[in-house]
């Protein structure tokens, strides 16, 4: 896809689908809703999803405990600044938590306490 630039915008390139360009096109027609609408829409949702994957990033390697070590707290703070900035809720937040330590944790028996914990810690990080 190539766009042209107008006034002092950049041109923009890169893939697109002409199928997703046409169904977003009907849409528009249909709803009488702008492009705009849907394609902001669209990227605030790409941007939440990308900043709630770093939400792996805060777990100790070996324990998966949530933001224990000194530098998985501040990944944590930044992580949930980001999630904030991005429209994120706690929830959203959590269920990524709650994805990752079922991934890691496979002792039997384990995962239902081990998840609370890492919960109760985010929460006092998020703020709430």
Known sequence: MISKAKGNQTAVTGYYDPDAAQRLKAL???TR??????????????????????VSGCFGMMDANFAIHPADTDRAKVAIKAAKAAGATFEDFEQEMVWYCYKQVTAPGMLQGHIAKQVARAKKLWGK
């Open 28 to 30: 528009t027609e249909k």
């Open 33 to 54: 809703v702008s492009q705009a609408v849907y394609l902001r829409d669209a990227l605030d949702d790409f941007l939440k999803k990308n900043t709630l994957r770093m």
